[in-house]
Structures are given as C-alpha cells and as structure tokens.
C-alpha cells in the first residue's frame, strides 16, 4: 500500500487549497478512506471520511467548508479546502486501513 499526499502550501485565511492523496498497491473503488490532521503539539485529528459509493462524512469542526471526493478510475482522493482558518494549520494525512501517507503541511497565516 502507497499513499501519497500532495498539495499542501501556505494560503491567507480565508483562503482555499485541495490535497489530493493518489492510492497505489490496493483495490481503491470499493476502499473507506480517510483525511486526517495533525498540528503542533496537538493529536492526530479525523478531518472526514469517504465510502466506495461518494458518501462522505466530515468532522464538525470543518464541516460546511472541506469538501472529500474520490476518482476511482485515477485511484485518487481528494479535499477541497475552502475558508480556511489559522486553526487549520496542520500536517494533513490521507488513511486506509492501517496504512499512512507522509503528510502534506497547510499553513494558514496572514
């Protein structure tokens, strides 16, 4: 299993970005797969979640701004970014079963 997160930068409060996470050595249509953060000094946070069918769950602390969608055909997951806070600052980790990306860093600052 290989995931790879990519899209990470700085933006300007209020602004957007969108990771994407490109899955490799499994089956990823029928695959749960998972966003995850982690900011300084804090635990790893659940961002939001994405079933097989495009159904997507999100924590509520993001929820009504992040956005999760998937491409099976290009085995990659994506989060869309909007509004984003100084709190959102964080390594962002894309998930399957027990297996990790290396993280991609978001940093939101003026």
């Known amino acids: 299993v290989q995931l790879v997160e990519s899209g990470g930068g700085m933006v300007q409060p209020g602004g957007s970005l969108r990771l994407s996470c490109a899955a490799s050595?499994?089956?990823?249509?029928?695959?749960?797969m998972n966003w995850w953060r982690q900011a300084p000094d804090k635990e790893r946070e659940w961002v939001g979640s994405?079933?097989?069918?495009?159904?997507?769950n999100y924590a509520s602390s993001v929820k009504g701004r992040f956005t999760i969608s998937r491409d099976n055909a290009k085995s990659t997951m994506y989060l869309q970014m909007n509004s984003l806070k100084p709190e959102d600052t964080a390594v962002y980790f894309c998930?399957?079963?027990?297996?990790w990306g290396q993280g991609t860093q978001v940093t939101v600052s003026s």
């Open positions: 050595g499994f089956t990823f249509r029928p695959s749960f």
């Open positions: 998930n399957f079963a027990g297996s």
């Open positions: 994405i079933y097989s069918n495009g159904i997507a």
